[in-house]
């Protein structure tokens, strides 16, 4: 059952993040450096469960997270940033939407390769990949929130 609903959440997840941010959304800091930290963390500890490490699935780590890295940012550089009520906010483009499509499409398909070549699957977290992909995006767009000097938005309130 966990096999299914850990994959579900993320799904679940990432969709409802891309939806947001189509919409556009206020640009949190804390929200920008969390959802990628937090989905580090989870593929990290799901690393510490795998034995049996082979050379390749070293390899095979090291491209997926040069990847994902590289897929992040350029998807962080494609999103506009502008100012509402006096703070920074985020929205996706369609530029934003051809690189999530170029992601899924390379990631699936070194997925399959890295099958095909005899890595092990256990070493190719799906939070670690979601994780590495967030964090070049918080890295690009971050940096660019940063240079235009403006304000990010307040923490949101949580409503009682």
């Known amino acids: 059952m966990r ?10 997840l990432v969709i409802y993040t891309i939806a947001r941010r189509f919409r556009g959304e206020p640009l949190v800091a804390k929200d920008l450096v969390a959802s990628p930290l937090i989905m580090l963390g989870i593929g990290v500890y799901s690393l510490t469960k795998v ?3 082979t050379g390749l699935d070293v390899g095979w ?6 990847t994902g890295l590289i897929l992040g940012a350029v998807r ?6 502008f100012v509402r ?13 051809v690189v999530w499509a170029a992601s899924a499409v390379i990631s699936f398909g070194l997925g399959f390769a890295g099958t095909a070549l005899g890595v092990h699957p256990e070493t190719k977290p799906y939070p670690l990949a ?4 967030l964090f070049g995006e918080m890295i690009t767009c971050g940096l660019r929130a940063l ?11 949580n409503v009682r």
């Open 3 to 12: 096999e299914i609903l850990i994959p579900v959440l993320i799904i679940g």
């Open 51 to 53: 034995t049996g490490w």
């Open 61 to 66: 780590l090291a491209l997926g997270v040069g």
């Open 76 to 81: 962080g550089a494609s999103s506009e940033l």
């Open 85 to 97: 009520d006096g703070v920074l906010h985020q929205r996706y483009t369609w530029k934003t939407l």
């Open 130 to 133: 979601l994780g590495i992909g």
């Open 147 to 157: 240079r235009t000097g403006e304000a990010f938005a307040p923490p949101r309130q």
